[in-house]
């Protein structure tokens, strides 16, 4: 069994930048296609970003070129690099681990271990 704990998120201000991580135990990052997502008050989890076992990586258009995807073995640990933040990037940051290494995923489903969620706000 994978668990995933995330770290990181905190109040900032628009155009901030902020790193989260997300360590893993029972299981390692390279193991897996990694990804990270998101939900905000009243609306559904939406992808945000992916790595496969290859670093092949995929992102959600909303962040594309603002957010960076990595990892560390060593560290058995996903980070999350959030550049030029802005208030609608505002919301519970969810890492995740599929069961498999190749496919990155964009729908929940894709994934089956989840950690608890860190928060983000960014104030404008």
């Known amino acids: 069994q994978v668990q995933l704990v995330e770290s990181g998120g905190g109040l900032v201000q628009d155009g901030d930048s902020l790193r989260l991580s997300c360590t893993a135990s029972?299981?390692?990052?390279?193991?897996?296609?990694m990804g990270w997502f998101r939900q905000a008050p009243g609306k559904e989890r939406e992808f945000v970003a992916g790595?496969?076992?290859?670093?092949?990586?995929n992102y959600a258009d909303s962040v594309k070129g603002r957010f960076t995807i990595s990892r560390d073995i060593t560290k058995n640990t996903v980070y999350l690099q959030m550049n030029s933040l802005k208030p609608d990037d505002t919301a519970v940051y969810y890492c995740?681990?599929?069961?498999?290494?190749?496919?990155?995923?964009?729908?929940?489903?894709?994934?089956?271990?989840w950690g608890q969620g860190t928060r983000v706000t960014v104030s404008s």
């Open positions: 029972g299981g390692t990052v390279s193991s897996y296609a």
């Open positions: 790595m496969n076992a290859l670093y092949y990586t």
């Open positions: 995740t681990a599929s069961r498999t290494w190749g496919r990155v995923g964009s729908t929940v489903s894709d994934y089956a271990y």
